[in-house]
């Protein structure tokens, strides 16, 4: 299934999608019912203090957001999902949390009808202590290092493939699929749980948790040395490509539709590139969502990439045709994320 914009609204295109800068909303009116495999995206945060990248009130974040879920329901196919990434903020003047991202849950799926395939937690060791006054100053509360990020679906069978994201064995397990009788019996645990013999087979890797420790410490990137040889500021909340690889490899397969509806510098569209998935990013800053095409000039010289920008920021649509070469896996195994280690990626 192709589909038709508006040259008005196009940033840029490559092989596989099309960046656009609009309401998201808006956008997802446009698109046919059940047409879309993976919505995965990032909003801006409920946070007191206002960002450059503009951010909603606490006090009506809820329902702001809860336009963009009605909107995502009804372009979802039954199989789809949609994973929403969301930081949690304190209430003013109180080292007392806000409930704002819990309320986002509960309104998801009591009002507008999604169900929560599982929730999982997005740990980034490399942030830095906040809030200030309560951790740095006060030191009433320990840091802050941890988001909510929602898998919601639109019926309870989504599509979902726990073996593409799987990770590697630990030290410990490695010795013991080499010789099982020699560790273990087959026998029923006291919680109840039932270990079989089938436990002591290699599958090819172990299944992750629903805690995904991926630091956030991109300072040498290609989109943040073009920013810099272009003197533009990037954007100030990009998440690392780890956290969109997990999810699209586990939710989707190649040439199933990606959609990004608050895609500040593209890293969702970037990786579903390089992964082979059709994906549509929706940016309303025409600034970030211009400047997020050099994602897709590695390789080019510099002349070239500041007359590619000069164009966009111009209004021209550009056709972009990066080079793709398919992605390592990226999680970190059990023993790495003990220690604090993140694996390399292709995304660096």
């Given at each position: 299934?192709?589909?038709?914009?508006?040259?008005?609204?196009?940033?840029?295109?490559?092989?596989?999608?099309?960046?656009?800068?609009?309401?998201?909303?808006?956008?997802?009116?446009?698109?046919?019912?059940?047409?879309?495999?993976l919505i995965l995206t990032s909003p801006p945060f409920a946070l007191l203090r206002q960002k450059a990248y503009g951010n909603e009130d606490q006090a009506d974040y809820v329902a702001w957001l809860g336009d963009f879920g009605a909107a995502v329901h009804r372009v979802l196919k039954p199989t789809g999902s949609f994973v929403l990434d969301l930081g949690g903020a304190y209430q003013r003047g109180k080292p007392v949390r806000s409930l704002y991202n819990f309320r986002v849950l509960l309104d998801f799926c009591d009002r507008l009808g999604y169900y929560l395939a599982e929730e999982?937690?997005?740990?980034?060791?490399?942030?830095?202590?906040?809030?200030?006054?309560?951790?740095?100053?006060?030191?009433?509360?320990?840091?802050?290092?941890?988001?909510?990020?929602?898998?919601?679906?639109?019926?309870?069978?989504?599509?979902?493939?726990?073996?593409?994201?799987?990770?590697?064995?630990?030290?410990?397990?490695?010795?013991?699929?080499?010789?099982?009788?020699k560790f273990y019996r087959p026998k029923e645990r006291p919680s109840g749980h039932e270990i079989a013999e089938a436990f002591g087979r290699a599958n090819g890797g172990a299944i992750p948790s629903n805690l995904l420790q991926i630091p956030n410490t991109d300072s040498n990137s290609h989109y943040l040395r073009a920013c810099k040889l272009l003197s533009q500021d990037s954007h100030p909340a990009r998440f690392p490509a780890e956290l969109p690889e997990f999810f699209i490899r586990f939710l989707t397969e190649p040439g199933d539709l990606v959609v990004d509806i608050f895609s500040g510098s593209n890293t969702t569209g970037y990786v579903a590139e390089q992964?082979?998935?059709?994906?549509?990013?929706?940016?309303?800053?025409?600034?970030?969502?211009?400047?997020?095409?050099?994602?897709?000039?590695?390789?080019?010289?510099?002349?070239?990439?500041?007359?590619?920008?000069?164009?966009?920021?111009?209004?021209?649509?550009?056709?972009?045709?990066?080079?793709?070469s398919k992605p390592k896996k990226t999680i970190p195994s059990e023993e790495e994320s003990a220690r604090g280690i993140s694996q390399g990626s292709l995304f660096s």
């Open positions: 299934m192709s589909f038709s914009f508006s040259e008005d609204i196009q940033v840029y295109r490559t092989p596989h999608g099309t960046q656009l800068c609009a309401d998201s909303r808006e956008v997802l009116k446009t698109l046919p019912e059940a047409s879309v495999d999982f937690f997005w740990y980034n060791p490399a942030k830095l202590p906040s809030p200030i006054e309560w951790v740095n100053k006060r030191k009433l509360r320990a840091k802050d290092a941890v988001n909510t990020v929602w898998w919601f679906s639109k019926t309870e069978q989504p599509k979902a493939d726990v073996t593409q994201v799987l990770v590697p064995y630990s030290e410990r397990m490695k010795i013991l699929l080499k010789n099982p009788s992964l082979g998935r059709r994906w549509i990013s929706i940016e309303l800053d025409r600034g970030y969502a211009a400047l997020s095409a050099v994602r897709f000039m590695e390789g080019q010289t510099e002349a070239a990439i500041r007359s590619m920008c000069e164009d966009l920021r111009g209004g021209q649509v550009l056709t972009l045709a990066p080079p793709i």
